[in-house]
């Protein structure tokens, strides 16, 4: 079992930053590809950024290609989602997700409870 926790999000106006956090507990870490997904209402979950374990491999979407950076701290057990650039179609609730391999399907073995990110104009 792994348990996720993010922290992070909040308000911010377009333009802005933030750095979400996701903190993992349970089982080693370091076995997982990590992921986030953000799910705006009334639509399924959308893959946004993966990190493999060890952090040489990263994907992103193309809509925050080049906005957002994924990245990962094994000693710490952290994964993080750096953010600039923000649009107020980034709105949504973000969720950290871990299994054994980086995909963008939202399948994924653990997830978080979610952080929601409101963009203002």
């Known amino acids: 079992q792994v348990q996720l926790v993010e922290s992070g999000g909040g308000l911010v106006q377009a333009g802005g930053s933030l750095r979400l956090s996701c903190a993992a507990s349970?089982?080693?870490?370091?076995?997982?590809?990590m992921a986030w997904f953000r799910q705006f209402p009334g639509k399924e979950r959308e893959f946004v950024a993966g990190?493999?374990?060890?952090?040489?491999?990263?994907d992103y979407a193309d809509s925050v290609k080049g906005r957002f950076t994924i990245s990962r701290d094994n000693a710490k057990n952290l994964v993080y989602l750096r953010m600039n650039s923000l649009k107020p179609e980034d709105t949504a609730v973000y969720y950290c997700a871990a299994d054994d391999r980086m995909r963008r399907r939202p399948d994924y073995e653990y997830w978080g409870q979610g952080t929601q990110v409101t963009v203002s104009s």
């Open positions: 349970g089982r080693t870490f370091t076995s997982y590809a």
């Open positions: 990190i493999s374990w060890r952090g040489g491999i990263t």
